[in-house]
């Protein structure tokens, strides 16, 4: 019987009070093999507890560590982990909603780095929903900075899934790290190279991409920026194999030191123009502070940086809520204050960060 000593405790209520507790708290937990009980789970949510997204986060992680687990089921509130060895194979899931893909990623790809054997994980859900990354996002921005810290991540998308309906296909894999997670020193990005884009719709005309593209390359060029190339995804009716419509579009800039990512999410009554202009107006305010990393990244590299062998210092566009909670998580999970910032919430920062030097499988 473990005693209750041995296994961390983690307020769930505490900062932004939603799921990137739960999937920070879990993902550290089976790289680290610490065990875990996390509190007021989503506290600060209308619908609180663990939800259908949240539940595959935890499942997978339970699969990926072969964890014991007490409390996963849907509204719990109070979750323990107990985390063993990572394995690795190939292993499905589903949703069941359109809950986002994105974030199960987000908790499932460190662990999978640390695993003994390339992971592979096949996953039905929502590939494009609010509050999340969209999966271009990850193919286009998350996965080429997890490559220059030495994570191979591999990300197929063979079905988009959009709210109410969900139904997208991925399938991603990740290769056993090789050696440590390498330390970065990104604090600027430096001069922007090439701007990219993809805008699609599915279930929907055509026009609605294509003027998604044309909004954001307009506010781009007149921002001062070079002009981007943005592709266009769409489908004819009797190839559109999604489940119900869906349109957005993400950008991404790459830069001499980094690339930084801007996206936004059509919805019904939502202008075409206004999806195009959310995206370039969120990518061109993170170029404008000249850090390295936009808002979403500045967030998600965090604990990844933590295990990395080494100093790294980098430079993040906002210190949003989302990112000072998972310093709050990292501290508590390794029980030690490897993470200095100089910034303040909503402004950009620059963080030092004490690398632990994990020894990889």
Same mark, same amino acid.
């Given at each position: 019987?473990?005693s209750?000593?041995n296994?961390?405790?983690i307020?769930g ?8 507790i ?11 093999r ?14 609180p507890?663990?939800?259908a997204?949240?539940l ?9 560590s ?14 323990l982990?107990?985390? !063993?060895?990572?394995?690795?194979g190939?292993?499905?899931?589903n949703? +069941? ?30 590939? #494009?929903?609010?509050?999340?990354p969209p %999966? ?6 998350? !996965? ?17 899934g ?7 296909i ?7 790290l090789?050696?440590y ?8 990005? =430096?001069?922007i190279?090439s701007?990219r ?15 998604q593209a044309?909004?954001?390359?307009e506010y781009? %060029? ?8 943005? #592709? ?5 009716? @009797?190839? #559109? &194999? *999604?489940?119900?419509? +869906? ?14 990512? =801007?996206?936004s999410? =059509? ?17 061109v305010?993170?170029l404008?502070t000249?850090m390295?990393? #936009?808002?979403?990244m ?8 933590v ?6 210092v980098?430079?993040? @566009?906002?210190?949003?809520? *989302?990112?000072?909670t998972n310093?709050?998580?990292? @501290?508590?999970? %390794?029980?030690?204050n490897?993470i200095?910032?100089? +910034?303040?919430?909503? &402004?950009p920062? !620059?963080?030092?960060?004490e +690398?632990l ?5």
């Amino acid at each position: 019987m473990m005693s209750n000593n041995n296994v961390i405790l983690i307020d769930g209520s505490m900062g932004e009070g939603g799921g990137q507790i739960l999937r920070t708290a879990l993902s550290l937990s089976a790289i680290l093999r610490k065990p875990v009980k996390i509190v007021n789970i989503r506290a600060k949510r209308r619908n609180p507890g663990l939800q259908a997204q949240h539940l595959t986060s935890v499942k997978a992680l339970a699969k990926l560590s072969n964890a014991r687990v007490e409390g996963a089921y849907k509204g719990s509130t109070e979750l323990l982990f107990i985390p !063993k060895d990572i394995e690795g194979g190939t292993y499905s899931f589903n949703i +069941g909603t359109a809950g986002s893909i994105t974030l199960v990623m987000q908790a499932t790809v460190p662990v999978m780095a640390f695993a003994k054997n390339r992971t592979c994980i096949r996953i039905v859900g929502g590939t #494009d929903v609010s509050w999340s990354p969209p %999966i271009d996002y990850m193919r286009f921005v998350y !996965k080429e900075i997890l490559r220059r810290i030495g994570i191979n991540l591999e990300i197929k998308l063979f079905r988009r899934g959009h709210y109410p309906r969900g139904g997208g296909i991925v399938e991603y894999c990740v290769d056993p790290l090789s050696s440590y997670i390498r330390s970065v020193n990104m604090v600027e990005r =430096g001069r922007i190279l090439s701007i990219r884009g993809l805008s699609h719709a599915v279930k929907l005309p055509k026009h609605v991409a294509e003027r998604q593209a044309k909004a954001a390359r307009e506010y781009i %060029i007149n921002s001062g920026c070079t002009s981007p190339e943005i #592709d266009i995804e769409w489908y004819e009716p @009797s190839r #559109d &194999k *999604h489940l119900g419509p +869906g349109s957005g579009i993400v950008l991404w800039a790459i830069c001499e030191n980094s690339i930084l990512g =801007g996206d936004s999410l =059509g919805a019904k009554g939502k202008p075409a123009e206004k999806v195009g202009y959310e995206a370039a107006l969120k990518l061109v305010e993170d170029l404008k502070t000249g850090m390295a990393f #936009d808002r979403h990244m500045s967030d998600m590299i965090i604990p990844l940086l933590v295990l990395a062998k080494g100093k790294s210092v980098i430079g993040g @566009s906002i210190l949003t809520l *989302h990112a000072y909670t998972n310093i709050m998580v990292v @501290s508590r999970i %390794i029980d030690a204050n490897v993470i200095h910032v100089d +910034g303040e919430l909503n &402004k950009p920062f !620059k963080a030092e960060i004490e +690398g632990l030097g994990l020894r990889p499988a």
